[in-house]
T-cell receptor
Framework: NAGVTQTPKFQVLKTGQSMTLQCAQD?????MSWYRQDPGMGLRLIHY???????DQGEVPNGYNVSRSTTEDFPLRLLSAAPSQTSVYFCASSYKQGYGYTFGSGTRLTVV | GQSLEQPSEVTAVEGAIVQINCTYQ??????LSWYQQHDGGAPTFLSY??LDGLEETGRFSSFLSRSDSYGYLLLQELQMKDSASYFC???????????????WGAGTKLIIKP
């Protein structure tokens, strides 16, 4: 049972480049979300989804897009990378929104 | 606004007991969660309290008092591997009637000395 799988684990982008962070879960969870975590800080919600075809913005959505075409996958797209987006990104899923999240191992992104 | 307050850092000795407090101010409350995060790792779910009282899971216990808007995580028989950051999070109503949201504290770094 893989849980939540995030790829890539590390990424360096140049300012202005775009990329997609992948997230997949095999637990049949309806709820999925993306967080960013900056050094010494807590988690900030970027986007979330309560089911296939349904997405919504979180606390810090600007510069990011998401889609949820299947229950399993919830990719996060950076439209035009900026140094302020240097962070660690975590994908999380749960069977019930706001309860018992399972996190992926994270993507460490550096924008230069 | 909505906020959770927890100490930024707590230091304890190996083998001892430590308590990490969390006070919250939110518009609505369904439950309080605790997560552990080791340096360089991902958060892992520890516990969830929806009702008042103490819940025990091995060396870890979590307490909730809804009337005081307060909870704590209790770690007993501390081991060096317990050195990590601990986050409290409140499950509360979301902006839409059918949604929920999880409001996170900033985390408490637990330092354990031999």
């Amino acid at each position: 049972n893989a849980g939540v799988t995030q790829t890539p684990k590390f990424q360096v982008l140049k300012t202005g480049q775009s990329m997609t962070l992948q997230c997949a879960q095999d637990m049949n969870h309806e709820y999925m979300s993306w967080y960013r975590q900056d050094p010494g800080m807590g988690l900030r919600l970027i986007h979330y989804s309560v089911g296939a075809g349904i997405t919504d913005q979180g606390e810090v959505p600007n510069g990011y897009n998401v889609s949820r075409s299947t229950t399993e996958d919830f990719p996060l797209r950076l439209l035009s990378a900026a140094p302020s987006q240097t962070s660690v990104y975590f994908c999380a899923s749960s069977y019930k929104q706001g309860y018992g999240y399972t996190f992926g191992s994270g993507t460490r992104l550096t924008v230069v | 606004g909505q906020s959770l307050e927890q100490p930024s850092e707590v230091t304890a000795v190996e083998g001892a007991i430590v308590q990490i407090n969390c006070t919250y101010q939110t518009s609505g409350f369904y439950g309080l969660s605790w997560y552990q995060q080791h340096d360089g790792g991902a958060p892992t779910f520890l516990s969830y309290n929806a009702l008042d009282g103490l819940e025990e899971t091995g060396r870890f216990s979590s307490f909730l008092s809804r009337s005081d808007s307060y909870g704590y995580l209790l770690l007993q028989e501390l081991q060096m591997k317990d050195s990590a950051s601990y986050f409290c999070a409140v499950r509360s109503p979301g902006l839409m009637d059918s949604n929920y949201q999880l409001i996170w504290g900033a985390g408490t770094k637990l330092i354990i000395k031999p």
